[in-house]
């Protein structure tokens, strides 16, 4: 079933994306055939300047090619005083004629748009609304040429002035009218539906916490129903404990002045102090970091430690600004949030757009502005952190939950084709790990399409991966230096044959069609490496597929407890090759492979102070393990057969949810 969604009022000087495109598209249509583009020295062509744009549909002609070359398609358009007014004009010498507005015009001046202002036709800018330069009057006059509106035109789009409303037009996409209709679930229980219509209710323009909290609703339908009493826990647990949203004014390398919003939810601290992600992203808003902070609770719920769950960001678009710019960016941002930092309060740790050197001035201002420098914030590998394996044990922990699975099948990773989305730091972790586990790793893939080598990935192509990441250049390349790789532009990578999906991208990145796509391709195993990949068609897809699916709460504890570790005993100062290289070793590969993840046992701080050896061989993996054991013990608990693909999905969230439900109520009403 659908439901509308009431969105909040339109600032008209930023247009949606996605509804300038839809605009864009409709006056592409209705245009038709051809235009020109350019014409001889005097005023505009009439014919143009009264050519319907938008309330007549785009005609066929029927004239041969003989009465097409009159150009008389347009003029057929006219009322029949002004077709004789125009037949007694003399004609216009013509350079060139531009064919086919949607395929080349079109294409390459995207946002731009025809209509008439003041009698008069013009090509706007899709963004601001106005023609010509910077925001002013067309500076060639109204007697200018259409060849030379649009030189005006590309002048104006790439000025100061455009570039700021095209950055506030993509920072401003929660003020947005939201479209897009939620999908809500049919739910058994009316207690469970009355939690989700409350939280519509409350947040209706929030898509992304009201599909995380339809997820969640859906797992726990079946505890709900045996004790109406969590209805109101979890009216509570989906309320955040604390929302900070701030301003962040910053100053780039030309001296002007930005300005970016700033957010921090701290979701839940029943269980201890919240840890969480921090992401810089134009499409950031309180929707997402809400429901990244809902999924971070219920993460470290699963963990072996007493943790909250939190989120947070910015706007900020790290991409294409400078080591200073962002400098003074993260510093801004610390300004307002030391406040509510601490070992005991609240850490961030690295997410989309946010990386060593982002965490380094983060912290490097926090400890300037605390006055002490007790605890690190998990993430960066700097020399006053200690050995950051966040990231590492996060991707690799995702394989290594793949591994639990197939073991529990009779199989083994070794020889199947995965598929795995994104090119980030977890990404190429999963691939690494994939590699040394004997897997076949064909595809990653960024903003702009994906990568295919059918020859599979090894250590010397992932070395070469990381090394394009890190000039910033495009997955394109690599296909140039190896010849049976293929990049495919604006796609997506599900439809590879593949044994087993890795998505690590960002949410709702698989479709229902992507779901489809995926199924037909043989995958039967989804590991969710980013938070929510799925969306709830998609879901309903892969579930009926029987595709089993490992969520991101449960195969993502690794990086929490490496994290936490980190942060305990941020003393220890391992080299990142040495730690690699331990890694490598074929006989111990699991034991040190996964030692920061499972080494939790309560002589920990002696045994990180020695030099590994072969009495810690029984604490490998166990982090991990226990939180899939835990995750298919409490869906047996409650009626989901170890075979269902949605066993490990609602073990997870149950065994989550009761354990911090547990603490709400010994705590009381706070």
Not at 271 to 292: D, E, V, W
Not at 590 to 601: E, K, M, N, T, V
Request: glycine share 8%; net charge negative; charged share 25%.
């Amino acid at each position: 079933m659908l439901l509308p969604v009431v969105g909040l009022e339109m600032n008209s000087a930023m247009d949606d994306i996605s509804m300038i495109q839809q605009r864009h598209h409709l006056v592409v249509r209705e245009l038709g055939g051809e235009i020109d583009l350019e014409i001889g020295p005097g005023d505009d062509d009439p014919s143009f300047s009264h050519t319907p744009l938008i309330t007549v549909p785009p005609q066929e002609s029927s004239a041969d090619d003989h009465e097409e070359n009159k150009n008389m398609a347009i003029v057929s358009h006219l009322q029949s005083e002004d077709q004789e007014l125009l037949k007694s004009l003399p004609a216009k010498r013509k350079k060139k004629v531009v064919k086919r507005w949607r395929e080349e015009w079109a294409d390459t001046y995207k946002w731009a748009y025809v209509d008439v202002k003041e009698g008069t036709t013009r090509i706007f800018c899709s963004i601001c609304r106005e023609y010509g330069r910077k925001h002013r009057r067309n500076p060639y006059g109204n007697e200018g040429s259409r060849n030379m509106q649009m030189s005006a035109l590309e002048e104006h789009n790439n000025s100061l002035l455009h570039k700021e409303a095209l950055r506030l037009q993509m920072a401003s996409k929660d003020k947005i009218i939201a479209d897009k209709p939620i999908y809500v679930k049919a739910l058994m229980s009316k207690s469970a539906g009355s939690i989700v219509e409350a939280a519509l209710k409350r947040d209706p323009n929030e898509l992304e916490f009201i599909q995380s909290v339809q997820e969640v609703i859906h797992a726990l339908e079946r505890v709900i129903s045996k004790n109406s009493g969590y209805v109101n826990t979890m009216e509570r647990l989906l309320e955040p404990e604390r929302t900070i949203i701030f301003r962040v004014p910053w100053v780039d390398d030309r001296g002007e002045m930005h300005v970016n919003r700033g957010f921090r939810v701290q979701f839940n601290q029943t269980l201890g102090p919240c840890r969480g992600g921090l992401r810089f992203h134009p499409s950031m808003n309180l929707s997402i970091a809400k429901f990244l902070g809902f999924q971070q609770t219920l993460r470290t719920a699963l963990s072996p430690y007493r943790l909250g769950g939190a989120s947070g960001g910015s706007d900020f678009d790290p991409k294409g600004k400078s080591d200073n710019e962002i400098m003074h960016f993260c510093q801004s941002y610390m300004d307002e949030l030391y406040r509510y930092m601490g070992p005991d309060k609240d850490l961030p740790s690295e997410e989309m757009g946010v990386g060593t050197r982002e965490m380094g001035f983060l912290y490097g201002q926090y400890r300037r502005l605390a006055g002490h420098s007790q605890g690190s914030f998990t993430g960066p590998r700097l020399n006053w952190s200690g050995s950051s394996l966040r990231t590492e044990a996060m991707g690799y922990g995702l394989v290594f939950f793949a591994q639990l699975i197939l073991a529990d099948m009779n199989k083994e990773l070794k020889g199947l084709r995965c598929v795995v989305s994104g090119s980030g730091k977890i990404a190429m972790h999963v691939l690494e790990k994939l590699i040394a586990y004997g897997a076949l790793p064909i595809t990653v893939s960024d903003s702009k399409g994906y990568l295919v080598d059918e020859d599979g990935f090894d250590f010397m192509k992932l070395s070469f991966l990381r090394d394009i990441k890190a000039q910033h250049r495009t997955l394109r390349d690599y296909s140039k230096t190896y010849a049976r790789a293929k990049y495919y532009d604006e796609a997506k990578p599900w439809n590879e044959r593949c044994d087993v999906a890795f998505p690590c991208a960002s949410q709702n990145e698989i479709d229902h069609n992507d779901a489809i796509t995926l199924v037909n391709s043989g995958c039967r195993i989804l590991i969710e490496g980013s938070n929510m990949p799925c969306t709830p068609e998609a879901m309903d897809v892969l579930k009926g597929a029987n595709v089993l699916i490992a969520p991101s709460i449960a195969a993502g504890t690794g990086g929490v407890v490496a994290g936490e570790l980190e942060l305990k005993e941020y003393n220890l100062n391992w080299a990142p090759e040495d730690f690699e290289s331990k890694l490598q070793a074929r006989n111990n590969f699991s034991l040190y492979f996964f030692f920061f993840i499972g080494a939790i046992s309560s002589n920990l701080c002696e045994s990180i102070g020695q030099p590994f050896n072969m009495r810690n061989d029984k604490q490998p993996f166990e982090a991990i393990k226990q939180t899939y054991q835990r995750a298919l013990k409490t869906a047996a608990e409650f009626g989901y057969q170890k075979e269902s693909p949605e066993a490990l999905i609602h073990g997870a969230v149950i065994s989550a949810f009761l354990t911090i439900a547990s603490g709400m109520s010994e705590q009381g009403c706070v």
